[in-house]
């Protein structure tokens, strides 16, 4: 049975997220809620109301699902997932039908895992992440809650990111190192050394 969703962003990530929600089959999206309410539509789903008509959705509308973008810092990102807690929304993990994910992989609440990533053996993925298109997350690896691995970025076997972190498009972390809380590393990089919480890389 195919489940009614709203989303929760329309900015330009967002059209990213539809796409790979269609691609599944699961869901049938109803429309988004943006705080920007003088653009009407995205990607031909209308644009609901701000955030302030949330709990009017949630009588209506079990499922809810962020896709705003994070890059910066996971701030709002994560109130968005902790708002859409207390309202009682089911938060679901959205996988691309063109992702590969390992069914000894474990991935929580909120995650999405975009077109063409690879999520291997015995991964452990935290809630409220973005796995983007072509990224690879190898055996072994774990990732915490409100990280955002971009376009393309490899992590090898046994990488640890932190929570609130970001990974940059093409970046390469090389195996077993571990990157900490609230960390931006930018794009183009070899990581081959441990990071500590809170250090931006550029």
Do not use: W
Not at 68 to 89: T, W
Not at 171 to 183: A, D, E, P, S
Not at 193 to 200: F, Q
Request: a neutral charge.
């Amino acid at each position: 049975m195919i489940k009614k969703i709203i989303l929760i962003g329309a900015g330009g990530h967002s059209k990213s997220c539809i796409d790979v929600i269609e691609s599944s089959s699961e869901f049938d999206i109803v429309g988004l809620i943006d705080n920007d309410l003088d653009q009407k539509k995205i990607l031909d789903y209308p644009i609901l109301g701000d955030d302030s008509n949330l709990l009017a959705f949630r009588d209506k509308i079990a499922y809810a699902f962020i896709t705003v973008g994070q890059i910066k810092n996971a701030n709002l990102r994560e109130n968005l997932y902790n708002n859409l807690v207390s309202l009682n929304f089911k938060i679901p993990i959205i996988k691309s039908s063109l992702a590969y994910v390992s069914p000894h992989s474990n991935i929580l609440s909120g995650t999405i895992v975009m077109h063409g990533s690879i999520v291997n053996s015995a991964v452990e993925v935290g809630t409220n992440c973005i796995l983007n298109s072509n990224s690879l997350v190898e055996h072994d690896c774990k990732i915490g809650n409100n990280s955002h691995i971009a376009t393309g970025a490899i992590l090898n076997g046994g990488v640890n990111i932190g929570n609130n972190s970001f990974i940059g498009s093409n970046t390469v972390i090389k195996q077993n190192i571990n990157i900490g809380n609230n960390c931006v590393i930018g794009a183009c990089l070899f990581i081959k050394k441990n990071i500590n919480d809170g250090v931006t890389i550029k």
